[in-house]
């Protein structure tokens, strides 16, 4: 055991060194727009202000007072307080609950202890190095380290916080409340790959894999996709041509993800089906039945995943305005509306209609429209609901009968599936001409006044979706690789007929 252990640690300090060996690919050239709206925000630095100009008849130039820091609104930071635990609820006891209910008893525990533990880990890493690389200016692929141990947001010498940027100009909100929110959507993105694997995978394989995966899948995705330095340098053309160099690679492509379709669900769901594959089908998988063993918990979690992802899609413009109303009203549009075409789809071709293909479809509305919440209009919005819940529909179906793996909660197969769909139609339904928000020009503080192209937009969209799928699919083939030689991913066969309840964590969800 000891072997193994010095074996794993030494393997997870070759990837940190490899990673923080890779050359800097900042300097690199890059297809650049205004910058957009999208999910997350840098820390904000204090804009410096433009130099005044001298009075044509004074004897020596005026000197313009600085710029006052901007100071965050209490409404803000209490919204965001709230979403954040909003996505708290959602991962526990929300996806807990949910896919605890979706495996057989002998395994409900084992599931409820990945997800809790998951979150746990996920949120000390983020802490301790997690946020700087994802939010910290680096390379377009990776941050910096100027924020590990969330160094440098509270200055003791001055007495004073750090703020971080929004999507209006000289709108903050306190950097600490970022980065506890920014840590709840890391920390659900990695618990949700344990549903394809659920049943039959080692818990010590469970959190080795997560360590890799964190590091060196989610925290290049999350910063590719979502950084950026905020909207307050950005005054004209030149300054925003610089300041979106600076940003995340898809960022720069002008790629919309609002809440996480690429970074959250289609990197998990990736990350999931790979782990399905590698780890191979549980025993008696096409033979023995292995139906949920409570639906009444898969229901719970549901209705707790749709109530925290208010908090998901809603938090993730970063302060209660106008665009979170937006994202609040487009996701319980769209979730029920995927309820609704799952559940008929479900009816007409199997011929009764179940609860959970109820708690499946709203679960695939939520997926679908996380990317587009905050950019498309509510009719938009109804549409990738509708058409979310068949497709999703036809994910766990066919297509994973297509692909022959064992993705035990179908991970892929609504987060994946759901989330390539919302992805590519937010690029449609973004458009003004089909009521979206379109792009915002931060040069002239308002919508852009250039025609948007769908056509365009949707291949933006495409190139931040096959880049995920390929980076996901790569880090995760060798986390699994790497955690299989050193502990080994799967439990012995008798363990697992068992139940993992009983061999991995020696006690019962429910008693006779």
């Excluded at 703020?163 to 920014?182: L, M, R, W």
């Excluded at 394809?196 to 925290?219: C, D, N, Q, S």
Aim: proline fraction near 4%; glycine fraction near 12%; hydrophobic fraction near 55%.
């Amino acid at each position: 055991m000891h072997k193994n252990i010095t074996k794993l640690l030494a393997g997870i300090a070759c990837l940190c060194a490899f990673g923080v060996a890779t050359p800097s690919f900042a300097d690199a050239p890059a297809k650049t727009e205004a910058a957009t709206t999208a999910a997350v925000a840098a820390p904000a630095v204090t804009p410096v202000p433009d130099a005044a100009a001298p009075a044509a008849a004074a004897p020596a130039p005026a000197v313009a007072a600085p710029a006052a820091a901007p100071v965050a609104n209490k409404g803000d930071t209490s919204f965001m307080m709230i979403s954040t635990l909003l996505v708290i609820l959602m991962t526990i006891p929300g996806l807990a609950l949910f896919y605890g209910g979706l495996v057989r008893s002998k395994n409900m525990l084992s599931v409820l202890m990945q997800v809790f533990m998951v979150f746990a880990l996920v949120i000390v890493l983020w802490c301790i190095y997690g946020y700087s690389i994802a939010f910290t200016e680096k390379t377009a692929f990776f941050g910096g380290f100027d924020r590990l141990f969330l160094n440098g947001i509270w200055d003791p010498a001055k007495g004073t916080f750090a703020a971080a940027a929004t999507f209006s100009k000289g709108v903050v909100i306190p950097e600490f409340v970022f980065v506890a929110f920014q840590g709840t959507f890391a920390a659900i993105t990695c618990a949700l790959i344990v549903g394809a694997f659920a049943e039959r995978a080692k818990f010590a394989a469970v959190l080795a894999f997560v360590v890799l995966w964190f590091t060196f899948a989610y925290l290049p995705a999350a910063h590719m996709v979502w950084f950026w330095t905020g909207p307050d340098l950005i005054t004209n053309a030149a300054t925003s041509a610089s300041e979106a160099l600076k940003a995340g690679w898809i960022w720069q492509k002008g790629a919309l993800d609002f809440a996480g379709g690429t970074v959250v669900h289609i990197n998990a769901a990736v990350a999931g089906l790979v782990g399905a594959i590698m780890i191979g089908k549980r025993v008696g998988y096409g033979r023995e039945s292995m139906a949920p063993h409570s639906l009444t918990m898969t229901m719970i979690g549901a209705s707790l995943l749709w109530v925290g992802w208010f908090g998901f899609n809603a938090g993730s413009s970063l302060e209660a305005g106008d665009v979170a109303a937006l994202a609040f009203v487009n996701t319980l549009l769209a979730t029920a509306a995927a309820t609704l075409s799952w559940v008929f789809g479900e009816w007409i071709s199997k011929g009764k209609p179940s609860m959970l293909g109820g708690a499946s479809g709203a679960v695939a509305g939520l997926v679908a429209i996380t990317p587009a919440a905050g950019f498309v209009g509510p009719m938009g919005g109804l549409v990738i609901g509708l058409l979310a819940g068949v497709v999703c529909l036809w994910g766990v179906n066919g297509l994973k009968r297509l692909i022959g793996a064992d993705d035990s909660l179908d991970v892929f197969g609504v987060h994946g599936v759901g989330g390539i769909l919302g992805a590519l139609l937010t690029g449609v339904f973004a458009a003004p001409q089909l009521g979206g928000q379109g792009i915002f020009d931060y040069v002239t503080n308002k919508m852009s006044a250039d025609p948007y192209s769908i056509g365009h937009q949707v291949w933006v969209q495409a190139q931040a979706v096959g880049t995920t799928i390929v980076w996901s699919a790569l880090v995760s083939l060798v986390a699994y690789k790497l955690v299989d030689i050193v502990i080994g991913l799967r439990v012995p066969e008798e363990e697992e007929r068992e139940g993992l309840d009983i061999t991995s964590h020696g006690e019962q969800a429910y008693h006779g």
